[in-house]
């Protein structure tokens, strides 16, 4: 899913395309004037339930696969629009698997809607047997670089380093063609992929082999750091555009530092950048698991952030972010400034293309104001008045002036 839900969708519908005969045809019917701006409900039931059900029940069965809810900045939306609702509207030959890390928003949703779930642990025999069936595939199509007669031994030695994450795999490809050049002739044995200093342990071992990597082409560990910690700080994937601003780079410069990294950050189809997988954020923050060389501040990152959401005031991530990144950075003054400022409140809860995508705006700031422990702070009423006001602004943001006046009162000294 990555942070781009609607993304995710037409991937679906391409796949199925592919897939499912007459569903390109039945699609090529459908009427998709204006989609891009269109909710994300509307979408998924022109893009994939209306082709779908139309194609009637014998079809041969289909799995859809929806990796990593957890990253997806609109987990809540694609959550109550598309999985709790799959099962009641979609024929049922095409069936649907989401996997993700049990964070409490969404795991309090599939409670709360009954959804099916299956937990798996990391160190479970089915788990371990999985992740060396996989390695071993992996192997198998590396002929040129690992000799086939031990492929087995091999993926079994290897899943036992992994630690059972799969994320610790996706790494093994590169790693593997690196000990495969290193060698200078001959592919790699058995012995080769038993010698315990090559290929690192676990999920840290692999992240420290790479990011130091990374820091190495970056030109040293300021210019690493300064890249890092705004990534690891944001809430929601940053263009390169934005990170450029950020980092006060040349866009060009900056496209080719996200290059160098492609093998630990992710780029979508919408041009944003993020790290591949979130348990990298939590690593690199964490200076006991990564170390003094490659740990990374959030707070210096927060800092990056602050400074271009004021900077850049009008900018969608900063209309979204700039109250809590500015709290998060300890400027508190100038959080209360934008939220006591009538135009950057205006353009705030106008973020959105649809009444329901403005409520979900206006709810996230006040529950940044909640969890900042700012929401009773006597320099803004802000927080407090858009909590009574919600349902009035995200149907029309232009109530703002009627809004304030009627419940803030003519007399109010209110700042906004």
């Keep these: 899913t990555g942070a781009a839900p609607k993304e995710a969708l037409v991937s679906i519908a391409w796949q199925l395309c592919l897939s499912v005969p007459g569903f390109a045809d ?3 019917s459908m009427n ?4 891009p701006y ?8 022109t893009i994939l339930v209306n082709p779908a059900t139309k194609l009637g029940p014998d079809q041969m069965r289909q799995v859809v696969v929806l990796d990593a809810l957890d990253e997806c900045s ?7 629009k598309v999985i709790r609702t799959w099962e009641n509207v979609m024929p049922s030959w095409l069936s649907l698997v989401v996997s993700t890390r049990p964070e409490g928003k969404i795991q309090r949703g599939i409670t709360n809607n009954s959804l099916d779930l299956k937990v798996l642990e990391l160190k479970d025999e089915e788990n371990f047997r999985d992740i060396e069936k996989h390695i071993e595939h992996l192997l198998c199509d590396m002929k040129d670089t690992v000799e086939q007669k031990d492929v087995a031994s091999c993926a079994k030695i290897l899943s036992e380093r992994s630690e059972g994450l799969f994320l610790w795999a996706s790494f093994l490809p590169e790693t593997l063609n690196r000990m495969h050049e290193e060698k200078q002739g001959g592919v790699l044995t058995l012995q080769d992929i038993s010698y315990k200093d090559d290929i690192p342990n676990g999920l840290g ?6 990011f130091e990597r990374l820091q190495e082409k970056v030109r040293g560990e300021k210019t690493y750091k300064m890249l890092l910690a705004p990534i690891v700080a944001a809430r929601e994937p940053l263009s390169v555009e934005q990170l450029s601003a950020v980092l006060q780079l040349e ?6 530092i996200v290059d160098d990294a492609s093998n630990l950050l992710y780029r979508g189809g919408d041009g944003r950048v993020a790290l591949i997988h979130k348990r990298m954020a939590d690593w690199l923050s964490d200076k006991k698991q990564s170390g003094r060389q490659l740990f990374v501040k959030k707070k210096d990152g927060h800092k990056q952030l602050a400074d271009f959401c004021i900077s850049s005031w009008d900018d969608f991530f900063s209309l979204r972010h700039a109250v809590f990144h500015l709290v998060k950075s300890g400027r508190h003054a100038e959080a209360f400034e934008l939220l006591n400022d009538f135009a950057w409140v205006k353009s705030a809860i106008s973020v959105g293309d649809d009444e329901a995508q403005r ?3 206006i709810g996230n700031l006040i529950r940044d104001c909640v969890e900042l422990d700012i929401y009773f702070a006597p320099e803004s009423d802000t927080p407090r008045f858009l909590s009574k006001a919600v349902h009035a602004l995200s149907y029309d943001p232009n109530e703002l002036v009627s809004q304030v006046l009627a419940r803030l009162g003519h007399d109010s000294k209110d700042p906004l």
Excluded: N
């Design 359 to 361: 409520r979900a705006t």
């Design 26 to 28: 039945v699609l090529d």
């Design 32 to 35: 998709f004037g204006g989609i």
């Design 251 to 256: 866009q060009d410069d900056m496209d080719d």
């Design 205 to 210: 071992g692999m992240f420290k082999e790479y």
């Design 38 to 45: 269109k909710p994300l409900a509307d979408v998924f039931q």
């Design 74 to 80: 609109k987990s809540d939306d694609v959550l109550t």
